[in-house]
């Protein structure tokens, strides 16, 4: 019996003992961090996938390349496909998607929907036996190619020909989320300078892909653009514009675009406050003279719009009769052209008593001499005096925590703040913060909203000096959990795939906006072979370095710097070289960017940032890195402000940087002050390239002076090279047609500028 217990004991101690390994053991891990690494095992209920068309992975560990064949599956013979992952290199969780070889043809959802990025569920430890890489078995529903075709009517092709009486202009404007062309008529003598201060009518079309072309799967047009012209040319009408905005043009799409208790209401939203403003300012639009048509669904829909907001839509008209049903998709009846003509002599009668309001004097109010006072309500209660209301926009950088613009709390609970004209005529887009773009206002259920406009004001009503007010709501806040990881967005050790080469940080310190920052040194393929160990390269400093290497929140895209020198060295293009990319202060970019004061508000520090650039950040770089010596063999460069101060820093170092790159300078400030700021310098770089886009602004008919003032401002910059010395064949000038003002822009010219600025070596070199 003793011996008995004695034994019991032994194997309850062993227990004991072994217990916190029995435990650990059972804990789930990570696919990813298991050394014999994993299986995918993948099944395509759709059956679109074939050994044609095989099944790619595309992820975070591999550049997001769709088409990339080290990452196919291979079918298996119960009709399944596969692939074996190592444990990957990189120490970051695996983000994924499946395609067919392009994001064409990306997996979906059943419902043909897209999918949130794959993440690899954790594995109890117990179930994976010892050095076999464990099985995960995923499921495709369908892919991206399986859609089933449908006439785009969302986008009207601008250069096909249309038949009509006057002339019909396209408006690119962003409905429900999404960009949508709207079809403009105007009438014969629209633009004779005569008539340059003539408003007109706006007759709104719903359902307008008929409103001035036959559709053959409708069965009709209505012809409107002949209407108007009869009428205007009777005298019986004042001569309006004609604005057709397509719909949907199936059953279902319509009951959720059109619906009163669906989309509607968002719909006559967003054509009140996106594209009214954009008519008046390039059509001379006047609302108070309009009226709005629809048919069915889309009749009873501009009856709401019309009651619910008259001053943008005046009277509503919907037809009678309907010789196509609404249940078979657009409604239809050639009776409808001769019910328009009515209506519109009823609703724009020239003479007489017409019923509808004089037109005003319609401004913008950011284009006033006095500004405008906004007033804000946060229906969120989430604004204080420890988070108070802050305004980015584009007048301020869009710096979302701007001291210079943060609101006061009024008794009332609502918010104000007053703000000056326009600095350089152009409009105001905006959004409200509580300091930081992670705190940026967003609808009621958490998704994003597009950047604000002014509504109108009449300026007529308003005394001398008078600022006109501006109410707007704002629903919510977006405001991180505090379980949320957002360390992405901060963590300055995060790791940044690059898609040749290598990325390494150098720290550096200091500055005019004292701060600790990384610099990312981007080493070209083949810098740490040993052959090369003795070898030097010439090096490119570009500003806002944080959007070179990588894609950030709130960023629209990325310069893809690694991706393309990857490229291009790889194919002979250019020789290898090393970029540097200087990330920015953040909210505070403007202080550093500018030499001169062209800001309200906001000092300049361009010198004293110079100054950290030549004597803190380039002798940190070059003390890790192999560069060539000479001036030439060192470039500095940046978009926007950041072409402003890596030209400031190349006048103000000539003798240390060689060559700029020059990527839609930002120069309109204050009547061009920053080009004639250059032109007083004497001292300037061996080599320049110069890019800009043809819609730096955008694409509005409205952006067009302000397109055309920053072509010709580049055109002036790449002049004053030559007059600074600068020879033809040393300075290049790229004008980007229909590019505009972001990353993605960039990064298309990145190829042409690093073919110029580092053009292979000759063998002798």
Request: overall charge negative; proline content about 9%; hydrophobic content about 40%.
């Amino acid at each position: 019996m003793i011996r008995t217990r004695t034994l019991l004991a032994g194997i309850l101690w062993v227990a004991f003992c072994a217990a916190p390994g029995l435990w650990a053991r059972a804990q789930p891990v990570q696919p990813e961090s298991l050394e014999q690494g994993f299986v995918l095992l993948v099944t395509d209920k759709s059956g679109h996938a074939t050994t044609e068309s095989p099944i790619l992975l595309a992820s975070n560990h591999n550049g997001w390349n769709p088409n990339d064949p080290t990452q196919a599956l291979t079918r298996r013979s119960d009709g399944k496909w596969q692939i074996v992952r190592k444990k990957p290199e990189l120490d970051s969780r695996l983000n994924f998607k499946f395609t067919r070889g392009s994001w064409d043809t990306v997996e979906m959802d059943a419902n043909l929907q897209e999918i949130e990025n794959r993440l690899l569920p954790k594995i109890e430890a117990s179930a994976i036996r010892p050095g076999e890489p464990p099985i995960i078995e995923l499921v495709i529903e369908k892919w991206k190619d399986q859609r089933p075709p449908e006439p785009d009517l969302h986008r009207i092709d601008p250069y096909r020909g249309l038949e009509v009486t006057g002339d019909v202009r396209r408006m690119e404007v962003v409905l429900l989320g999404r960009s949508r062309d709207l079809l403009v008529w105007v009438p014969p003598g629209f633009d004779d300078p005569k008539n340059a201060s003539r408003t007109y009518p706006i007759v709104w079309m719903l359902d307008g892909q008929t409103a001035f072309e036959m559709v053959p799967a409708i069965g009709g047009e209505w012809d409107a653009d002949g209407v108007a012209t009869a009428l205007v040319d009777s005298g019986r009408v004042a001569a309006p514009i004609i604005v057709a905005v397509p719909g949907p043009i199936t059953p279902d799409a319509r009951q959720t675009e059109y619906g009163v208790e669906a989309l509607g209401p968002a719909l006559v939203r967003d054509l009140r406050s996106i594209a009214l403003p954009r008519l008046v300012r390039a059509f001379r639009g006047d609302p108070s003279r309009a009226m709005i048509v629809g048919s069915g669904i889309a009749g009873r829909l501009a009856a709401w719009a019309a009651k619910a907001h008259p001053e943008a839509f005046g009277r509503a008209f919907s037809p009678e009769g309907l010789a196509r049903p609404e249940s078979e998709g657009v409604p239809f009846d050639p009776s409808w052209g001769s019910q328009l003509r009515d209506a519109m002599e009823s609703h724009l009668a020239s003479r007489g008593p017409s019923g509808i309001a004089q037109p005003g004097v319609m401004r913008e109010p950011e284009l006033l001499p006095s500004g405008f006072m906004l007033v804000v309500t946060d229906k969120s209660g989430k604004g204080s005096e420890a988070r108070p209301l802050h305004v980015g926009s584009n007048h301020n950088g869009w710096n979302p925590g701007d001291p210079s613009r943060r609101l006061t709390p009024r008794s009332d609970s609502k918010w104000q703040i007053e703000l000056p004209p326009s600095p350089d005529g152009s409009r105001f887009a905006f959004k409200i913060t509580l300091g930081s773009w992670e705190t940026v206002e967003v609808t009621s259920d958490m998704n994003d909203i597009a950047n604000r406009e002014l509504p109108l004001v009449d300026a007529g009503s308003l005394a001398p000096g008078q600022k006109p007010v501006i109410e707007i709501t704002v629903e919510q806040f977006r405001d991180a959990p505090p379980d949320q990881d957002v360390r992405l967005r901060v963590d300055p050790n995060r790791e940044i795939p690059v898609a040749g080469g290598s990325l390494r940080r150098v720290e550096v310190a200091g500055g005019p906006v004292p701060i600790r920052r990384d610099v990312l040194v981007w080493l070209p393929p083949g810098y740490d072979d040993p052959a090369n160990a003795a070898k030097r390269y010439p090096i490119l400093y570009l500003h806002d370095g944080q959007n070179v290497f990588e894609k950030l929140p709130h960023v629209p895209g990325e310069w893809r710097a690694d991706e393309t020198a990857t490229r291009l060295i790889e194919s002979a293009s250019i020789e290898p070289v090393i970029i540097v990319g200087v990330p920015s202060a953040g909210v505070r970019r403007i202080e550093e960017y500018v030499p001169i004061p062209v800001f309200d508000d906001i000092p300049a520090r361009g010198a004293a940032h110079v100054r950290w650039l030549v004597d803190e950040v380039v002798p940190r770089v070059e003390r890790v890195v192999r560069v060539r010596e000479g001036r030439e063999n060192r470039v500095v460069g940046g978009s926007s402000l950041g072409a402003v101060i890596s030209l400031y820093a190349a006048t103000e170092h000539p003798d240390l940087f060689g060559a700029v790159l020059l990527e839609s300078p930002a120069m309109l400030a204050k009547d061009r002050a920053l080009l004639g700021f250059f032109e007083g310098r004497s001292r300037f770089p061996g080599r320049a390239f110069i890019a800009v886009g043809t819609h730096e602004v955008g694409r509005d008919p409205s952006d067009a002076a302000r397109n055309s003032a920053y072509v010709a401002c580049a055109k002036d910059l790449y002049a004053l090279c030559g007059r600074k010395g600068i020879a033809e064949g040393d300075r290049i000038l790229v004008i980007g047609e229909g590019a505009v003002h972001n990353e993605d822009a960039w990064a298309e010219r990145l190829a042409g500028a690093l073919e110029f600025l580092f053009p292979p070596m000759m063998p002798s070199q």
